[in-house]
T-cell receptor
């Protein structure tokens, strides 16, 4: 079956530091990949997505590249802000299926 | 657009009581999903609907859980009887295409004592 593995958190950074959150996946087919973000007390919201190999998804300074050879979709940001503190979920969807498989989430804490 | 609306936002109940969670999806969205989030198990898909029809309920933990979608603008998730291990945050999400972007509601935090 499909699965998504994320690095465990929390990830603790100072403002303006570089962020990487690792995500690898297992899928039987050729999935689409997503990063969702959950701010405290809220539901998840889509941050970025990539639908084919070598695609780069980007939004709000975050980016992730679909790497088929390493089955990875690592999230990066060059300079984090306190307002980026949240839980980040990597997810995949197989073609032809209407559901998402989520990783367990990685909490990011950014201090001033 | 108001987004996905869930009610109540918080529910505290005693073991054995019936609990009903409610969701109003975004207008025009054909897919509706119910998730449960806990620290131990993360985010789990319980059931999803397409055009008001349940498509996959394999994630529903047991017969105590049931979900309905009587029309395109309303869905319920019912737990009867509730147990302490049902304590979690329950999210409803809707989507226009089922996959590329799901819009989540703010969640209902359920505590069963």
């Amino acid at each position: 079956g499909n699965s998504v593995t994320q690095m465990e958190g929390p990830v603790t950074l100072s403002e303006e530091a570089f962020l990487t959150i690792n995500c690898t996946y297992t899928a039987t087919g050729y999935p689409s990949l997503f990063w969702y973000v959950q701010y405290p007390g809220e539901g998840l919201q889509l941050l970025l997505k990539a639908t084919k190999a070598d695609d780069k998804g980007s939004n709000k300074g975050f980016e992730a590249t679909y790497r088929k050879e390493t089955t990875s979709f690592h999230l990066e940001k060059g300079s984090v802000q306190v307002s980026d503190s949240a839980v980040y979920f990597c997810a995949l969807s197989e073609r032809g299926y209407s559901t998402l498989t989520f990783g367990k989430g990685t909490m990011l804490l950014v201090s001033p | 657009d108001a987004g996905v609306i869930q009610s109540p936002r918080h529910e505290v109940t005693e073991m054995g009581q019936e609990v009903t969670l409610r969701c109003k999806p975004i207008s025009g969205h054909d897919y509706l999903f119910w998730y449960r989030q806990t620290m131990m198990r993360g985010l789990e898909l319980l059931i999803y609907f397409n055009n008001n029809v349940p498509i996959d309920d394999s994630g529903m933990p047991e017969d105590r859980f049931s979900a309905k979608m009587p029309n395109a603008s309303f869905s319920t998730l019912k737990i009867q009887p509730s147990e302490p291990r049902d304590s979690a945050v329950y999210f409803c999400a809707s989507s226009s295409d089922g996959v590329y972007e799901q819009y989540f509601g703010p969640g209902t935090r359920l505590t069963v004592t």
